[in-house]
């Protein structure tokens, strides 16, 4: 069955520094979602990338989508207390439902 | 709106006990799931539906029913409940998977159930 992977599985950070999270599929996805998952609360949706190579930014948060659809990228700027959390990425292939990664928690010390 | 909403939030359970979970949205969204999520493990999707009186089985469908008699409810039961079935329950919701949205899912705030 389809595999979404994701790496690093954890990360701490210093504020003010980058962060990047890592998914890769074993099929290719007709599109990719982001969720982000504050500590005791519920997975939120992010963004939803759909094109080859597709690069969208939302303020600190950059997404992108490889060329082949298989991969994605999630990078933060300049990382702030408040984007503590865990970050999932899920992919879909056709009509199918999501697969979701395991996510990659994110620290970030003050 | 109240967007998507569980219950019970906690549970606490005895081994070979039954329990259902309640999922219900007001957004009128076609598409609802259940997920557990467990440390290290994502989430995985149990069983979804893509209308009233319809369910298919996802990832990890062992142990688990559901039924969906109502567009707005989504009902997850546990009929003998085991220890590995310890998990926080996430409920979702979305419009259909058509290329004029999103599909983006929608989730309710969790239930952690503990099967002692």
């Known amino acids: 069955g389809q595999q979404v992977m994701q790496i690093p599985q954890y990360q701490h950070v210093q504020e003010g520094e980058d962060f990047t999270t890592y998914c890769n599929s074993s099929?290719?996805?007709?599109?990719i979602q982001w969720y982000k998952q504050r500590p005791g609360g519920h997975p939120v949706f992010l963004i939803q990338l759909v094109k080859s190579g597709e690069v969208k930014k939302q303020k600190r948060l950059t997404f992108q989508f490889g060329e082949a659809k298989k991969n994605s990228s999630l990078h933060i700027t300049a990382t702030q207390t408040t984007d503590v959390g865990t970050y999932f990425c899920?992919?879909?292939?056709?009509?199918?439902?999501?697969?979701f990664g395991k996510g990659t928690m994110l620290l970030v010390s003050p | 709106n109240a967007g998507v909403t569980q219950t019970p939030k906690f549970r606490v359970l005895k081994t070979g006990q039954s329990m259902t979970l309640l999922c219900a949205q007001d957004?009128?969204?076609?598409?609802m799931y259940w997920y557990r999520q467990d440390p290290g493990m994502g989430l995985r999707l149990i069983h979804y539906?893509?209308?009233?009186?319809?369910?298919a089985k996802g990832e990890v469908p062992d142990g688990y029913n559901v039924s969906r008699l109502k567009k707005q409810n989504f009902l997850l039961g546990l009929e003998s409940a085991a220890p590995s079935q310890t998990s926080v329950y996430f409920c979702?919701?979305?419009?259909?998977?058509?290329?004029?949205?999103?599909?983006?899912?929608?989730f309710g705030e969790g239930s952690r159930l503990t099967v002692l």
């Open positions: 099929t290719t996805l007709s599109n």
């Open positions: 539906s893509v209308g009233e009186g319809t369910t």
């Open positions: 979702a919701s979305s419009y259909s998977t058509g290329t004029m949205n999103t599909g983006e899912l929608f």
């Open positions: 957004m009128n969204h076609e598409y």
């Open positions: 899920a992919g879909r292939r056709g009509y199918s439902t999501l697969t």
